[in-house]
């Protein structure tokens, strides 16, 4: 059920919106029609009154005979009118109170023509069509039609049913049909609301995408910033709230570099430094006559001068300014893998051409180095395997080793850690390769990821995107 549920803000708010929309339209299409039946019901109700007026103004002075004359004349199958002795409403009890109030009202206003009594009742419609309201013929036009129709709709609508009487007890009955209500929605009017629905639709995802543009442009620079601290600022643009994010972001990108530029510049500068030191003693170290204390000395220094070699490189690494360019992968493997002859392709007579990639050229040869170097130094020999797929170039490194433990298999990236704990430099490392290397990899746009291969040994995956 969660993942049939948005999962971004934007189409989060999109889907508000519509629904918002949609019970706006319908509550107003609601009230639109109970406003259009109340209206309907006043105005049927005045025209029953009105034409009642009309009627008894006419008959009232007239004889009996004379009144069933003039109501013959006036009859029609949706006008009803005639004259008897009967009431055509039997009931003298209205049957709610509105109808109730207009026999009063009627009574009032009458009663100077000799009317003394009023009724008038609701009668379901008969649904009987009317053959002369047919609406058909190529020729009848868009007025007449309407009028035809309009003509239908009265004659199958519901009627109001009124019996006055006068003076010398003769009833006057008539019928008045109920105004029809209308559709809301027709097929006319449809395409016009959808038509209206879609372009809120169209102007709330160009706003939404509008108003959340510089939001996905800062998550674009935050993500940039954590693999290139020099990458350029973003533009503080838009909005006040926009411009102080952006401001706030910029900010915090200075004080990280500066921050990583002095913590490098410091270890630089520190294992530099040990150099001179280091020569004079390498100097005074010749001077010696051959010993055991001389080779354990020669030994120790050059332990030490690997280590500063190591954290000089680990620490210029965001410092260097080298230009990124286009590399040809296959060859830059080729060049590096070539000295040594522990390390074989398993695809070498199907060599994968046109595996272009984007990146620093030194870095990333030292990049490529320390992962073959690695499976030579621990696991002896390394097989290496380059395809693409999908934009990827994938360069795969297996070594003959023990592998790692599952659980160690993140931890060997950190800075300083090796998981051969002897003091040998040449078999425990220094533990800074696989940092140096992830670091090289994640400023190229890549990922280097560690797997123990089914058949023993290391498995080593270093991915770059294909340059387009």
Request: charged share 25%; hydrophobic share 45%; aromatic share 6%.
């Amino acid at each position: 059920m969660r993942r049939l549920l948005p999962q971004t803000l934007p189409v989060w708010v999109l889907l508000i919106v519509i629904a918002g929309l949609l019970i706006s339209q319908v509550a107003t299409l609601y009230i639109v029609s109970r406003d259009r039946a109340a209206a309907n019901d006043v105005v049927d109700l005045y025209r029953l009154n009105d034409r009642a007026f009309s009627l008894v103004q006419l008959m009232s002075a007239a004889t009996p005979e004379e009144r069933k004359a003039t109501a013959a004349g006036l009859f029609n199958s949706t006008y009803a009118l005639t004259v008897s002795d009967t009431p055509a409403v039997t009931s003298s009890i209205a049957g709610d109170d509105e109808l109730a109030e207009l026999e009063d009202i009627l009574v009032g206003r009458l009663s100077k023509f000799g009317v003394t009594d009023a009724r008038v009742r609701r009668d379901p419609a008969t649904r009987e069509a009317d053959d002369a309201n047919t609406v058909s013929g190529p020729d009848i036009g868009q007025v007449e039609r309407d009028l035809l129709v309009l003509a239908a709709d009265f004659a199958q609508s519901d009627k109001l049913t009124a019996s006055l009487r006068f003076a010398d007890g003769q009833w006057l009955n008539f019928t008045e049909p109920i105004t029809p209500v209308g559709p809301i929605l027709s097929f006319d009017s449809l395409p016009l609301y959808a038509l209206i629905a879609g372009l809120v639709v169209i102007m709330s995802i160009w706003s939404l995408r509008r108003l959340t543009a510089p939001y996905r442009m800062m998550e674009t620079a935050v993500n940039r910033i954590g693999k290139d601290l020099k990458s350029p600022p973003i533009a503080e643009s838009g909005s006040r709230e926009v411009r102080a994010a952006a401001r706030a972001i910029n900010a915090m990108q200075a004080r990280l570099r500066e921050y990583v530029e002095d913590r490098e510049h410091l270890a630089a500068a520190l294992a530099h430094d040990l150099r001179t030191p280091m020569t004079r003693m390498r100097l005074r170290l010749e001077l010696l006559r051959k010993s055991a204390v001389r080779e354990a000395l020669a030994h120790d220094l050059a332990d030490v001068e690997s280590i500063a070699s190591s954290v000089i490189d680990f620490a210029t690494f965001e410092v260097n300014e080298e230009k990124t360019e286009r590399i040809d992968f296959w060859s830059l493997v080729e060049s590096i893998a070539d000295p040594y002859p522990e390390v074989s392709f398993d695809n070498e007579d199907t060599r994968s051409r046109g595996l272009i990639c984007i990146a620093r050229p030194v870095a990333l040869k030292r990049c490529v180095t320390n992962l073959v170097q690695n499976a030579v130094t621990y696991g002896k020999k390394a097989h290496l395997s380059l395809h693409r797929s999908d934009g990827t170039i994938t360069l795969t490194i297996r070594d003959e080793g023990p592998g790692i433990p599952q659980a160690q298999i993140d931890a060997v990236f950190g800075s300083f850690v090796r998981l051969e704990q002897s003091r040998n430099r040449q078999t425990g490392g220094l533990g800074l390769g696989l940092t140096i290397a992830r670091n090289i990899a994640r400023a190229a746009g890549g990922e280097i990821r560690l797997s123990n291969h089914p058949g023993g040994g290391l498995l080593t995956e270093l991915r770059l995107p294909l340059a387009t």
